[in-house]
């Protein structure tokens, strides 16, 4: 016994955990989580691995249970290498939004480590996760587990059925379409594994019913005779956009729906690749506030801790440093810079509004007015966690000393200047041009290019149509999107033609096409 | 609530599925990677599993994004110094070290992709589509070897295969299910009786009262009993006894030796018994693969031959002559004495500048073909020529004594070959020839070539 172990209140002390200090450590952070911060969490799951397992959750994307793709062989090959030779740690913990909610902690990590984890993803992830509208509307947190159970089984069966090759075939180029295959407007209904399994089963008995072998003998329906009025063909080709429901911005659906030659198996795959891209999109467009959110809970968590007597000070010591490695933010011209770090903006945020809440200057309270001073800075976070994006989020919140703290200036880059130029800086006339600009550059819809199919000649020779919507002059990378429109050319059987075209004027500026040579025809 | 969930035992390497996926697209790439890596390593550690490097290229996943260049942005950066509005930065170069308003979302922008395999994984590639020759017609005929392999137990069998635990764990259930008296039990009631006995014996009247009389009835008659029990339930029954029993199991012979001979006189330089040792290495590696026990015999010659541990094969030096066919002398008696055929596959290599004494060719030849090419597997020679003089000696009229004694062999052994190295990059090729599944054809058109 040290003698420091008078105090019993203490959690643990030293670095060694076992399963009572993590149960009784994990209560005593939920006590502050419920009962100080008022957080609304899902039950929680926490399970302990090993290292090696960590690596395997790594490489499927985080994901507990995965199908099985080389892709994330070739990830997990790669972070193998890395950490064995120590260029790369592992995370330290992974959280799936599930309910109940299932953070992985690792066996390796020492005891303040493990709190911390449980704070930062047990409590911080998780109420994000649970409140966040995004996630309320997009991902199902019952349902992804038994969903993903269903997708590697269904897959696995596809490999077994059709070889390899052909289920590598779909989900590469699923995959390429991944960031695409989202609706950003209106929300999906949820996916149920139940459903969907039912549904290829009825599926296949409704082709199995009406089969008929005499469809085979039918002559090909010839092509429509050239519709000699204009007028007419423009209306035409009106009602069939109408039909096929064009513009269509989801890539993956239109193709799982309207593409020819895919099997039904294979439509199913491209549904799974576009439901688990569909489930991850909210995490994109929330990245700082969602790491804002956890890391202000566990320094919050751990502070209280120590200020009840709970951890020594040695562990606070320990805690002070993970948590400035995590909410690091280098400099623009430090070889570190690799952007902007989402945990050292999302917590500089957090802790900004927290400040304002209860400490506001008048320089806050003209900007804040709604909050400075309101002395209330648990529910206000709240109420920002549950209603933005990190790009709506900023707009709101970003105020003007946290611009002169991380001194953030911004820049005019125009391609036709040799110069880049400062456009504004951390002052008066610069705070609402560098917030807006850094708002936008979190916006996922300006991140991302904008793709539309806009038409399909199905009775012609099936040439699809996609637009690229060209903002600001900036075009799509050239070899990438040579082999992605390969890739839906797969998808669709038969010739793609890319359009980019100019967001103001319209026109057409210029085109990139694909013909698949015969063998590719399905 | 909460759960904590102790997952360490579930299974690892989940993602070996993956892995294998991985393996798979990218076989051509690595297999290339390998025989890459092996053309510039040192052959000791060959059998290492080892970071190798393929081309990002054809493991690229390619995406939808913006360019990086071109167009009007506008982008926001942390840390500004002295920066007023207004101010001009001259455009950094490339690209990649400026602004990072549009990063790639994940980062993967290098050009070559490095992974480490499994030693396992190293050698499948490696030796891929290699083939040992005869393999398959030796192991045919080898079923006459055979093994003894347990087979469960029986009640009858010879005493020597007794099994004494299960023998006795079924005599003892018996004995407990008959209820035999246990000889102790026996032995205490003999004690009782006998000290009853004394008991009378030491009373003055050597009368015994009534009622020790009658226990001692009752013991007399319940050792009587015990006696009977014990008789009528013998110790150990026939039933009892377990033997151990045997099968013959037809062993495939996996042991195999392999035989280096070299030419270490003085014309064999030291980059040239450099050469000669990785092919041997090699051979050594791909028996290895294939056999559970490979034997490994050097035979060094001058104008002698005489059987050397490894180090002196390759680092000890001799002056002489050169007479190839004391060389092959050797190995016969080696293989007479040590090496039955009928128990081990025989490989052979040599390797020799072709030097030879100009009468020993002939002899040399009846010896291959009258008692060694019958025993052996396969036979390889391998010329080293000086890297200088490989030009020379491609042309008909340069081949070495020993080649062109050698030559006549390759049409009448199919096992037989004989290949020509001249620097380190030729060693794999030329094995891979040598073992590659076309094997016949290649063998034939090496000698036809010359």
Redesign the interface.
């Given at each position: 016994m040290s003698k420091k172990n008078q105090n019993p209140a203490l959690l643990f002390e030293g670095s060694d955990w076992d399963?009572d200090i993590?149960?009784s450590t994990?209560?005593a952070i939920?006590d502050i989580a419920l009962n100080e911060l008022k957080l609304d969490v899902y039950?929680?799951?926490?399970?302990?691995?090993?290292s090696?397992?960590m690596?395997?959750?790594y490489?499927?994307i985080g994901m507990p249970l995965m199908y099985?793709?080389?892709?994330?062989?070739?990830r997990?090959?790669?972070d193998?290498?890395m950490y064995?030779k120590g260029y790369q740690g592992l995370a330290y913990e992974i959280v799936i939004n599930s309910n109940?909610c299932i953070s992985?902690i690792m066996?390796e990590n020492g005891m303040v480590m493990q709190a911390l984890v449980m704070a930062h993803a047990?409590f911080g992830h998780n109420h994000f996760f649970k409140n966040n509208y995004l996630f309320k509307q997009w991902t199902d947190a019952e349902g992804i587990l038994d969903y993903l159970q269903f997708a590697k089984r269904y897959i696995a069966q596809c490999e077994d059925r059709f070889g390899?090759d052909a289920v590598?075939r779909i989900i590469?180029a699923a995959?390429?379409?991944?960031?695409?295959g989202v609706n950003r407007y209106s929300h999906p209904e949820k996916p149920d594994w139940q459903q969907e399994a039912q549904r290829d089963r009825d599926r296949a008995r409704y082709e199995d019913e009406t089969y008929n072998d005499l469809w085979r003998t039918l002559p090909q329906a010839g092509t429509d005779a050239e519709d000699a009025d204009e007028t007419r063909r423009r209306l035409r080709a009106e009602e069939r956009r109408a039909k096929l429901g064009l513009p269509e911005e989801n890539l993956l659906y239109f193709l799982e729906k309207n593409a020819p030659g895919l099997g039904n198996w294979e439509r199913e795959i491209v549904r799974i690749v576009r439901n688990i891209g569909q489930y991850f999109y909210p995490q994109k467009q929330t990245k700082v506030m969602n790491e804002g959110c956890a890391c202000y809970v566990h320094y919050h968590i751990m502070n209280a801790l120590y200020d009840r007597g709970q951890i020594t000070e040695g562990a606070m010591m320990e805690f002070i440093d993970y948590h400035s490695r995590v909410v690091f933010?280098?400099?623009?011209?430090?070889r570190r810079?690799?952007?902007?770090n989402p945990y050292a903006l999302g917590f500089a945020m957090m802790q900004d509004i927290h400040r304002i809440c209860v400490d506001p200057t008048d320089e806050d309270r003209h900007w804040f007015p709604d909050m400075a001073g309101n002395n209330r800075p648990y529910d206000t976070l709240k109420d920002a966690w549950a209603h933005y994006r990190d790009e709506s989020f900023i707009l709101q919140y970003l105020s003007p000393k946290l611009m002169r703290d991380?001194?953030?200036?911004?820049?005019?880059?125009?391609?036709?200047s040799?110069?880049?130029?400062?456009?504004?800086?951390?002052?008066d006339?610069?705070y609402r041009k560098?917030r807006r600009?850094?708002a936008?550059?979190h916006d996922i819809s300006v991140?991302?290019?904008d793709?539309q199919v806009v038409d399909v000649d199905l009775n012609g020779n099936r040439q699809l149509i996609i637009q690229?919507t060209q903002h600001?002059?900036?075009?799509?990378?050239?070899?990438?999107?040579e082999?992605?429109l390969g890739?839906i050319g797969r998808l669709w059987g038969y010739g793609v033609t890319l359009q980019a075209v100019d967001n103001e004027s319209g026109e057409i500026l210029h085109e990139m096409h694909y013909q698949p040579d015969d063998s590719q025809v399905a | 609530?909460?759960?904590?969930?102790?997952?360490?035992k579930?299974p690892?390497?989940?993602?070996l599925?993956?892995?294998?996926?991985?393996?798979?697209?990218?076989k051509e790439q690595i297999k290339k990677a390998v025989e890459n890596t092996i053309r510039h390593r040192g052959i000791t550690d060959v059998s290492k599993g080892d970071?190798i490097t393929i081309p990002q290229k054809s493991?690229?996943?390619?995406?939808?994004?913006?360019?990086?260049?071109?167009?009007?942005?506008?982008?926001?950066?942390?840390?500004?110094?002295d920066?007023?509005?207004?101010?001009?930065?001259?455009?950094p170069d490339g690209g990649s070290g400026?602004?990072?308003?549009?990063?790639s979302?994940d980062?993967d922008g290098e050009d070559e992709?490095?992974?480490?395999l499994t030693r396992d994984e190293f050698l499948d590639l490696f030796f891929e589509e290699l083939e040992l020759p005869d393999l398959l017609k030796k192991t045919l005929k080898q079923t006459t070897a055979f093994r003894h392999a347990r087979a469960g137990f029986s009640t009858d069998g010879s005493p020597s295969n007794l099994n004494l635990v299960r023998t006795m764990r079924h005599s003892m259930a018996r004995r407990i299910g008959l209820r035999r008296p246990k000889t102790d039990h026996v032995r205490d009631l003999e004690h009782q009786l006998a000290a009853l006995q004394a008991l009378a014996d030491a009373t003055p009247s050597g009368k015994i009262p009534v009622s020790d009389e009658e226990k001692r009835h009752a013991l007399l008659a319940e050792i009587e009993d015990a006696k009977r029990r014990m008789r009528a339930i013998p110790f150990i029954d026939p039933i009892d006894t377990r033997y151990n029993q045997f099968r013959q199991i037809p062993d495939p012979n996996t042991q195999a030796v392999m035989f280096c001979l070299m030419d270490v006189s003085g014309s064999m330089s030291e980059q040239m018994k450099e050469l000669a040792k990785r092919f041997f290495m090699l051979l050594h590696l791909f028996l290895h693969r294939r056999y559970d026990h490979v034997d490994v015999v050097f035979i060094r010659h001058t104008s002698r031959a005489s059987e050397v541990d490894e180090e002196t094969f390759f680092y000890s030096r001799e002056t002489g002559g050169t007479i190839v066919s004391t060389a092959l002398e050797e190995m016969k008696k080696v293989l007479a004495d040590r090496y039955p055929t009928d128990q081990w596959n025989i490989y052979a290599a040599q390797a020799s500048d072709g030097d030879n004494y100009s009468n020993d060719g002939n002899k040399c030849v009846s010896l291959l073909t009258a008692d060694l090419l019958p025993k052996c597997q396969y036979y390889a020679y391998i010329e080293i020529v000086d890297e200088r003089e490989a030009e020379i000696f491609s042309s008909a009229e340069g081949k070495s004594a020993l080649w062109k004694s050698y030559v006549p062999l390759t049409r009448s052994h199919p096992h037989f070959a004989l290949k020509r190295v001249a620097r380190a990059g030729d060693i794999f090729p030329v094995f891979r020839e040598l073992f590659g599944k076309d094997r016949s054809k290649s063998g034939t058109t090496a000698g036809a070539r010359t």
């Open positions: 399963f993590l149960k994990y209560d939920e039950a929680n799951q926490v399970e302990v691995i090993t090696e397992q690596l395997d959750a490489s499927s099985h793709h080389w892709s994330f062989g070739k997990f090959v790669r193998d290498v064995r109940p992985y066996e047990a390899f590598e590469d995959h390429a379409l991944m960031d695409q933010q280098a400099d623009f011209d430090d810079y690799s952007g902007f991380m001194k953030m200036f911004m820049i005019d880059d125009a391609a036709s040799p110069h880049l130029e400062v456009a504004a800086i951390h002052d006339a610069g560098v600009t850094l936008r550059m991140r991302e290019p793709l690229h600001d002059g900036i075009r799509l990378e050239k070899s990438e999107a082999m992605t890739y | 609530m909460i759960h904590i969930i102790d997952r360490r579930n690892k390497g989940k993602s599925g993956n892995r294998q996926r991985f393996m798979r697209r990218a970071q493991l690229h996943e390619p995406g939808f994004h913006h360019s990086r260049t071109g167009g009007e942005r506008q982008y926001v950066l942390p840390g500004n110094k920066f007023v509005p207004g101010d001009r930065i001259a455009r400026s602004g990072g308003s549009n990063a979302p980062g992709f490095q992974f480490a």
